[in-house]
């Protein structure tokens, strides 16, 4: 069964705090994902991964950077975090190559930064 | 730039009835389509997909259409149950990437 985990399903940080979100797959797959969802905007793409140690910003890579030592593991890095960071932000992954669309996602972390 | 459109943010649909969800997309190379739905507190997971070849696909109460010329598509569920009230998000890829674009999200509410 597919599975990708996140490391909190809720968060509550202080504004100037480095947050360190990570995100686990056990499916082999060599594509990750991190997006973030806001009401009225959907899933925006912060950054992805096609392999380790390679990364590809997204649509709104600003204000995040991404870390990608192991194939099962993708971490997003808030370096310091503000308030308009606070957000759902949802990891997903997915195999490479054409005809494999399907991306799945994890339960998503709440993060608040107050 | 949103090239995947979903311009109705809500929709409300009695137990047992239809519901169309929608989806405008501007990008002409896209030519992969999926439908995921999510509850609150849970990430979205996979509900149907198309391929540009076709114009239909249908899994169970889910159909999805597809109309290149247009370029929309439309999932709908016949009949509509009180649990698949969720977000229903349309997404878009194009052959050889490896990433999604994403619309914004119809909040579908299923009266009993």
């Known amino acids: 069964d597919v599975k990708v985990t996140q490391s909190s399903r809720y968060l509550v940080k202080r504004t100037g705090e480095k947050v360190f979100l990570e995100c686990v797959q056990d499916m082999d797959h060599e594509n990750m994902f991190w997006y973030r969802q806001d009401p009225g905007l959907g899933l925006r793409l912060i950054y992805f991964s096609y392999d380790v140690k390679m990364k590809e910003k997204g649509d709104i890579p600003e204000g995040y950077s991404v870390s990608r030592e192991k194939k099962e593991r993708f971490s997003l890095i808030l370096e310091s975090a503000s308030t308009n960071q606070t957000s759902m932000y949802l990891c997903?992954?997915?195999?490479w190559g054409t005809g494999s669309y399907e991306q799945y996602f994890g339960p998503g972390t709440r993060l608040t930064v107050t | 730039d949103q090239q995947v459109k979903q311009n109705s943010p809500s929709l409300s649909v009695q137990e047992g009835r239809i519901s169309i969800l929608n989806c405008d997309y501007t990008n002409s190379m896209f030519d992969y389509f999926l439908w995921y739905k999510k509850y609150p507190a849970e990430g979205p997971t996979f509900l149907i997909s198309i391929s540009s070849i076709k114009d239909k696909n249908e899994d169970g109460r889910f159909t999805v259409f597809l109309n290149k010329s247009a370029k929309h598509l439309s999932l709908h569920i016949v009949p509509s149950q009180p649990g698949d009230s969720a977000v229903y998000f349309c997404?878009?890829?194009?052959?050889?990437?490896?990433?999604?674009?994403f619309g914004t999200g119809t909040r579908l509410t299923v009266i009993p």
């Open positions: 997404a878009a890829s194009t052959t050889g990437a490896n990433n999604l674009f």
């Open positions: 997903a992954s997915s195999l």
